[in-house]
């Protein structure tokens, strides 16, 4: 088993996030492509993060239901 030390100053400021190896790969993918986009991309990009930090989205589900998939 190995072991990880977390710095206390990160982990008291709850700095730290872990997400699995795929997950960020997926995440570095997307915003080293994400430099390619146009300003106007970026800022789309940006408020759709702003609505999921709202709640403002809808689940696959809820979007089959409305498309009456």
């Known amino acids: 088993m190995n072991t990880v030390t977390i710095p206390k100053r ?11 190896r795929k997950e960020y790969e997926k995440l ?7 430099e390619q986009l146009t300003q106007l991309g970026k800022k789309a990009i940006e408020k759709g993060f702003r609505e999921i930090a709202q709640g403002k989205f809808l689940t696959s589900k809820q979007v089959r239901h409305e498309l009456g998939l």
């Open 10 to 20: 990160i982990a008291q400021k709850n700095d730290l996030v872990t997400i699995p």
């Open 28 to 34: 570095y993918r997307f915003w080293m492509s994400a």
